[in-house]
């Protein structure tokens, strides 16, 4: 009853942080969907690391730890810490320079006018949709099956899941961006808080952090070593997955948001220590958990934190705990259909149907239609879906990655054109399907079980058919070269 | 340090921590130093040398034609 209590308090929270920051709408597109570029270095801090960090940082990190030990830190937190910075700085303040200066509310649009070509931008339209589905879905699946599993089923699972949609529904569509960026950071400080707040409150029940240690030591010392449970070819091309953040179109959205580019330079030195400050506690709780509660098989070991917490500490901290999960789904499911929103009515709705004849009302409201839409068409796949999906999270990431070239070779590269563009796409989609069907439902598919992830393969041929077709293809116009690359001879 | 800090050098420095998050020479050392597994308590250290390094580049490597045009725009 506690645990249910705590969670109705913070859903209210959210709400009203974003019926508040509707005060500030302006009622203009350039308003709802990137804050008119007014957000300041730590909303736009706290909206990017809160929009990359899922309920698997939290949950899926301890769950994997449990298993596979402290390996998980160094393949998913600490390669984070250095990809993800260094993403956001080569791409970050180019692409928010671009659509400053030329107007993009959308990734699309800059990759249309950049390389000058419609078909383009529907086939990337269609690619990112299509690879974001799965992402949204395994929000709101965590955030149904996590309600479930901590009120011990007094909240079924699609309740869980209905609850998480209408909540960011009604912020998102109220709020836009700025309620969005609002809201990120109120959950984003929740989910780092609550963390550290668990870690202590059950380290300090086993008696202090050595103690607890020395039980593992005893019991499962191949937890705190990496030994076979991941491969030295697994840690190095997973780093590759990472890259995907420079194709996301939440990220697109957030970095369009900043108010000036040096908005992105406290963000940037601060992004790595927010990743050890989530990412420690969750896996040295998974880690601990493997005493109290050994031979969890599989994904049962995803609510290791869950039993650690019923067992070391007071029902209220569930409930905590379960706002800090919420907290850690909605940050990020926000973002996701804010954007979809975005692309669907600047890039479809805008561009092909009636350009220049909506109003700035009429855009705002084809955008919140769109993400009414969205989330109706994901909750009901949540509903018939197998618990299995989540395996497709990883998939999600890799064909965002795979993409990676396209940013690249928009902002540094002048020689590259649309063949190399198409070419590139082309490829990832192709690679993508083939890996797939490869993979099967094997959980964790690597080529030939090497250790290499698909996505190095993908990344590498998506690179060449860029460079390939684009030398192979006549050279961009004079005049877009100009528009991208105004001083004749530097980057954007 | 002078701001004009040689941008290659810490572009450099990047590809050497990223060689250097593959850490296999403590891939199977069971020690604990400072209470951690000493493979962990490397990646904590590695965040922090990551965000060092962001430090850097935000100081020396920052494309500053971004914000002059910003400026002239803003003009």
Redesign the interface.
């Known amino acids: 009853m506690i645990t249910t209590g705590v969670i109705f308090v913070y859903l209210v929270l959210v709400l009203l942080i974003g019926a508040f920051s509707h005060k500030l709408f302006r009622g203009t597109g350039e308003d709802y969907f990137v804050a008119t570029r007014t957000i300041g270095p730590f909303i736009l801090l706290m909206s990017l690391f809160g929009t990359n960090m899922t309920s698997f940082a939290l949950l899926g990190a301890s769950g994997e730890a449990y298993h596979q030990g ?2 998980v ?2 393949l998913m ?3 984070g ?3 993800i ?2 993403v956001f ?1 080569f791409v970050g ?2 692409v ?2 671009l659509g ?2 030329h107007g993009y509310l959308t990734q699309v649009q800059l990759f249309r006018e950049r390389w000058g070509s419609d078909g383009f931008g529907l086939v990337l339209f269609v690619v990112l949709i299509a690879l974001i589905i799965p992402y949204l879905l395994i929000g709101i699946m965590a955030g149904g099956i996590t309600l479930n599993e901590i009120t011990n089923g007094q909240i079924p699972e699609w309740a869980g899941g209905l609850t998480v949609c209408l909540v960011v529904l009604a912020y998102v569509t109220y709020g836009g961006l700025r309620g969005t960026a609002w809201a990120n950071t109120f959950q984003t400080l929740v989910f780092m808080i609550l963390g550290g707040v668990t870690f202590y409150v059950v380290v300090d029940r086993l008696g202090g ?2 103690a607890a ?1 020395a039980r593992v ?1 005893n019991q499962h ?1 191949e937890l ?4 076979d449970s991941i491969q ?1 070819l697994k ?2 091309t997973y ?1 590759f997955v990472l890259l995907s953040v420079g194709m996301f179109p939440h990220m697109f959205m957030h970095w369009l948001s900043a108010r ?3 908005t992105f ?1 406290y963000p ?6 927010c ?2 400050v989530v990412w ?1 506690p969750s ?1 040295l709780l998974g880690i601990l958990g493997s005493v109290d509660f050994p031979g969890l098989k599989g994904p049962q070991a995803n609510y290791i934190l869950v039993k650690m917490i019923g067992l070391h500490a007071p029902e209220i901290l569930a409930g905590l705990l379960a706002a800090g999960v919420l907290a850690a789904v909605m940050s990020s499911l926000d973002s996701q259909v804010l954007s979809i929103g975005s692309m669907f009515t600047q890039d479809i709705v805008r561009h092909y149907g009636f350009h220049d004849r909506m109003s700035e009302k009429q855009q705002v409201l084809v955008g919140r239609l769109f993400v009414v839409g969205i989330l109706v068409v994901t909750y009901l796949l949540f509903l018939i879906s197998n618990r299995s999906i989540f395996r497709l999270g990883i998939w999600s990431f890799s064909g965002f990655s795979a993409l990676f070239p396209i940013v690249v070779a928009a902002l540094f590269w002048k020689r590259s054109t649309k063949y190399g563009a198409f070419a590139s796409v082309f490829s990832v989609v192709v690679l993508w399907i083939y890996f797939f069907l490869q993979a099967g439902r094997a959980e964790d598919y690597t080529i030939g079980g090497t250790g290499v992830m698909p996505v190095a393969v993908i990344l590498a041929v998506s690179t060449a058919a860029m460079i390939l077709f684009s030398l192979l293809s006549k050279a961009p116009d004079q005049a877009v070269i100009e528009k991208f690359f ?2 004749g001879g ?2 954007p | 340090m002078m701001k004009t800090f040689p941008r290659w050098i810490l572009y450099v420095a ?1 590809f050497l ?2 060689v250097l ?4 020479w403590f ?4 020690r ?1 130093v400072l ?1 951690l ?1 000493i ?2 308590l490397y ?2 250290a ?3 040398a ?2 060092a ?3 850097f ?2 100081i020396y490597a ?2 500053e ?3 002059v ?2 400026e002239r ?1 803003e003009e």
């Not at chain 1, 705190?224 to 030994?227: A, D, F, K, M, T």
């Not at chain 1, 940037?268 to 220590?273: I, K, S």
């Not at chain 2, 998050?21 to 296999?24: E, K, S, T, V, Y």
């Not at chain 2, 891939?27 to 069971?30: A, I």
């Open positions: 402290i390996g830190f160094s937190a600490s390669a810490a250095l990809v910075p260094c700085f303040p180019r928010w320079s400053k200066r952090f050595s240690l030591v010392p705190l070593i990496r030994g030295p840690l190095l780093t000036r580019a040096a330079r940037l030195m601060f992004y790595p220590v990743i050890a420690l896996v105004p001083s530097g980057r | 990047a921590l990223y998050h593959n850490d296999l891939w199977n050392d069971p604990l209470g597994p493979g962990l990646h904590v590695f965040c922090l990551a965000s390094l962001m430090v580049l935000v920052w494309p034609k971004l914000e045009e910003e725009e």
